[in-house]
């Protein structure tokens, strides 16, 4: 199964938070335990949330984790994905994170209710693998994406960012040259991406430091 299917055991959405993980377990470990609940289809459904349950607990976020300017609520009410105000600035944060714009409605403008749908899944998958520094699955991840939204210039952000944060590891693992291609990629993908340009050319500044 995939990260959207263990969601799915525990009857969430896609990229809801620890504390959600833990309090749909709870409630569902109750109906389906096997001391309260002798059916053959009981103990079967309380294994699959279980095994979901202990993977979601090593990816799943906490709340002041979720991505920037955008949350992801339980389907118990049916609810959808609507954003929210920022509780903190953009401009405080430290280095490039892969986030969803406030003018996300415009980049998406030309996409399916499926393809976004699609996007957003993408979108939560890639936040879990950079946060576990997965990065070359990320590369390919959002790669694969990009060739089936060409023209999401949001798309082509997260891709540049997986590129810088991925040269960044292999300035630390002393691979220099490789890093140097992944960093004039970043650039090459989002070119007008100002804050992804600081934190390039930190990068470069810290290579010739090494060189």
Do not use: C
Not at 16 to 42: C, F, I, M, T, W
Not at 120 to 135: D, F, G, I, T
């Amino acid at each position: 199964m995939d990260i959207a299917d263990y969601y799915r055991q525990l009857g969430l959405n896609i990229g809801a938070s620890l504390g959600e993980v833990k309090a749909s377990y709870r409630r569902l470990a109750r109906l389906y335990h096997p001391d309260v609940n002798p059916d053959r289809q009981a103990k079967d459904k309380f294994i699959a949330v279980t095994e979901a349950y202990k993977i979601l607990l090593k990816i799943a976020p906490t709340q002041t984790e979720l991505p920037y300017n955008y949350t992801v609520k339980s389907t118990k009410n049916n609810s959808k994905p609507e954003t929210k105000s920022p509780q903190t600035s953009p401009s405080k944060q430290t280095k490039v994170k892969v986030t969803r714009k406030s003018n996300q409605q415009k980049s998406e403008s030309h996409l399916s209710e499926a393809e976004k749908q699609l996007k957003q899944n993408y979108y939560l998958h890639l936040q879990q693998l950079l946060k576990y520094k997965r990065y070359p699955r990320a590369i390919a991840v959002v790669e694969g994406l990009a060739q089936r939204m060409p023209q999401d210039w949001e798309v082509r952000q997260w891709q540049a960012i997986a590129y810088q944060r991925w040269a960044r590891h292999l300035i630390g693992e002393r691979q220099l040259d490789k890093a140097r291609n992944y960093l004039k990629k970043a650039l090459k993908t989002d070119p007008h991406n100002r804050a992804l340009w600081s934190e390039v050319e930190r990068d470069f500044r810290q290579l010739e430091k090494i060189y």
